[in-house]
């Protein structure tokens, strides 16, 4: 089964920026659409941001848009969002999901949640005004 781990949250002051990363065990690391979902105390599991496996289609959440940054690195069998402006309603637990190979489940975005049965184990963004 494949393994997914985040990395990189922490706490920061309203303005500043943090990057987070995000690994799998498979070595077809690129075969695989990845995205990025946050949860807030209370609210609803967000879609942040997706990427397919060539890079090639993205999408990100209008609340985000035009501050954070989805990107890959196959080489390094890395998933990063780097984040900038952060604001205190960025303030969530940021989990990393992995949909599988895209050959058997389409390589686009965005898409719902439930298409990725491989999650992480979140890592907390905290950001005070």
């Known amino acids: 089964q494949v393994q997914v781990v985040e990395s990189g949250g922490g706490l920061v002051q309203a303005g500043g920026s943090l990057r987070l990363s995000c690994t799998t065990s498979?070595?077809?690391?690129?075969?695989?659409?990845m995205g990025w979902f946050r949860q807030a105390p209370g609210k609803e599991r967000e879609g942040v941001s997706c990427?397919?496996?060539?890079?090639?289609?993205?999408s990100y959440a209008g609340s985000v848009k035009g501050r954070f940054t989805i990107s890959r690195d196959n080489a390094k069998n890395t998933l990063y969002l780097q984040m900038n402006s952060l604001q205190p309603e960025d303030t969530a637990m940021y989990y990393c999901?992995?949909?599988?190979?895209?050959?058997?489940?389409?390589?686009?975005?965005?898409?719902?949640?439930?298409?990725?049965?491989?999650w992480g184990q979140g890592t907390q963004v905290t950001v005070s005004s």
């Open positions: 990427i397919n496996w060539s890079a090639t289609d993205t």
């Open positions: 498979r070595l077809n690391f690129d075969w695989y659409t």
């Open positions: 999901a992995a949909s599988g190979p895209w050959r058997y489940t389409g390589d686009y975005c965005p898409r719902p949640a439930a298409d990725f049965p491989y």
